[in-house]
T-cell receptor
Framework: NAGVTQTPKFQVLKTGQSMTLQCAQD?????MYWYRQDPGMGLRLIYY???????DKGEVPNGYNVSRLNKREFSLRLESAAPSQTSVYFC????????????FGEGSRLTVL | KQEVTQIPAALSVPEGENLVLNCSFT??????LQWFRQDPGKGLTSLLL?????REQTSGRLNASLDKSSGRSTLYIAASQPGDSATYLC??????????????FGKGTKLSVKP
């Protein structure tokens, strides 16, 4: 049972470089999310997709873009990475936004030098 | 703005003890509340989901209660084991006035169960 799969698990970038974090779920969920987790700040929502074809900003969207490629896949792109984006990124999914149980991936640890 | 607080930030207990973890929130207009477990270097695992109309949920040795009017939830762990050592987070789903995607998380309680 794969659940929510994120790639890559670890990445080191230099300031100004770009990269895309990939996320896929195999539970036929409608809603998908990207969170970041920082020490002392807890989990904060970056972007979410309530259903295929829609995306919305969360609490901390600046510096990020997302694409809901299809029902299974939701990617997060950093166009010009900054040291402030050093964090652990989690993808999650649920049957519907806010009303259902949330399932998380294992996380992607990103370091920006 | 909804704020979720978890106290204490860390807790250490001997094996076998029953314990309670606390979660409080400032806006009682919530849709649901979820408790998660996070092991070091891992993602979050959902433990219990309580809808706003419910008072409690149980799963095995875990029991979560919800009191919307006072803005509180507790997670009760019976007969704690070393394998229960992890960080426990609660998150509230917004009521009708909030963004439907934006669960608000507490910062967690780090539990250590000593053998």
């Amino acid at each position: 049972n794969a659940g929510v799969t994120q790639t890559p698990k670890f990445q080191v970038l230099k300031t100004g470089q770009s990269m895309t974090l990939q996320c896929a779920q195999d539970m036929n969920h409608n809603s998908m999310y990207w969170y970041r987790q920082d020490p002392g700040m807890g989990l904060r929502l970056i972007y979410y997709s309530a259903s295929e074809g829609t995306t919305d900003k969360g609490e901390v969207p600046n510096g990020y873009n997302v694409s809901r490629l299809n029902k299974r896949e939701f990617s997060l792109r950093l166009e010009s990475a900054a040291p402030s984006q050093t964090s652990v990124y989690f993808c999650a999914s649920s049957v519907r936004t806010a009303t259902g149980e949330l399932f998380f991936g294992e996380g992607s640890r990103l370091t920006v030098l | 703005k909804q704020e979720v607080t978890q106290i204490p930030a860390a807790l250490s207990v001997p094996e076998g003890e029953n314990l309670v973890l606390n979660c409080s929130f400032t806006d009682s207009a919530i849709y649901n509340l979820q408790w998660f477990r996070q092991d070091p270097g891992k993602g979050l695992t959902s433990l219990l989901l309580i809808q706003s109309s419910q008072r409690e949920q149980t799963s095995g040795r875990l029991n979560a209660s919800l009191d919307k009017s006072s803005g509180r939830s507790t997670l009760y762990i019976a007969a704690s084991q070393p394998g229960d050592s992890a960080t426990y987070l609660c998150a509230v789903g917004p009521g009708s006035g909030g963004s439907q995607g934006n669960l608000i998380f507490g910062k967690g309680t780090k539990l250590s169960v000593k053998p």
